[in-house]
């Protein structure tokens, strides 16, 4: 079993659609990280949590601590949203990172 | 502009000769990382650094060098290539390798043959 599960791996949306993409892991974290990437481009930042919730436009990401989840929120979708959102979890030796496989969004119009 | 900046963005060499992947970030960040990315592996962890003259092991750090002799550099020295490691490489640097967003460079894409 993996340390760090995503689901779904695979999600497609109509424009407008509200998404959620959800995180669970089985270790003791410091910090949670949401990133994105688009075909073919680098890796961008979103969040990186250790408790509770953060808002940056339409995104919205949570985390449980106790649960050991945390989702990642789209409101309003739009086809540029279209990308693999990657969950990664440092763990409470700082400086390990963890990633999960990824989840591949399509938003069509 | 703030940013890591990773040299070559592609590679091709063939199995045996040493390369190195260059890595450099202009944020003053304490926190340093490799990664490779391969399809249906996703994103696995080589090597860290969580400042100067300090760097650990990742999850995948076998046939991989690294050093950090000062703040902004982070070199992936690969000493004798083998087509498996053929992979997306990433590096990222954080202001701490605590609790500090991380900063991503281009991706350098290897091939081995």
């Known amino acids: 079993k993996n340390e760090v599960e995503q689901s779904p791996q695979n999600l497609t949306a109509q424009e407008g659609e509200f998404i959620t993409i959800n995180c669970s892991y089985s270790v003791g974290i410091s910090a949670l990280h949401w990133l994105q990437q688009h075909p073919g481009g680098g890796i961008v930042s979103l969040f990186m949590l250790s408790s509770g919730k953060k808002k940056h436009g339409r995104l919205i990401a949570t985390i449980n601590i106790q649960e050991k989840h945390s989702s990642l929120h789209i409101t309003a979708s739009h086809p540029r949203d279209s990308a693999v959102y990657i969950c990664?979890?440092?763990?409470?030796?700082?400086?390990?990172?963890?990633f999960g496989q990824g989840t591949i969004l399509t938003v069509h119009p | 502009e703030a940013q890591v900046t990773q040299n070559p963005r592609y590679l091709i060499t063939v199995t045996g000769k040493k390369l190195t992947v260059t890595c450099s970030q202009n944020m003053n960040h304490e926190y340093m990382s490799w990664y490779r990315q391969d399809p249906g592996l996703g994103l696995r962890q080589i090597y860290y650094?969580?400042?100067?003259?300090?760097?650990d092991k990742g999850d995948v750090p076998e046939g991989y060098k690294v050093s950090r002799k000062e703040k902004r550099n982070f070199p992936l020295i690969l000493e004798s290539p083998s087509p498996n490691q053929t992979s997306l490489y990433f590096c990222?640097?954080?202001?701490?390798?605590?609790?500090?967003?991380?900063?991503f460079g281009n991706g350098t894409r290897l091939t081995v043959t």
């Open positions: 650094s969580m400042n100067v003259e300090a760097t």
């Open positions: 990222a640097s954080s202001r701490t390798g605590k609790l500090s967003p991380l900063h």
């Open positions: 990664a979890v440092g763990g409470t030796s700082y400086g390990k990172l963890t």
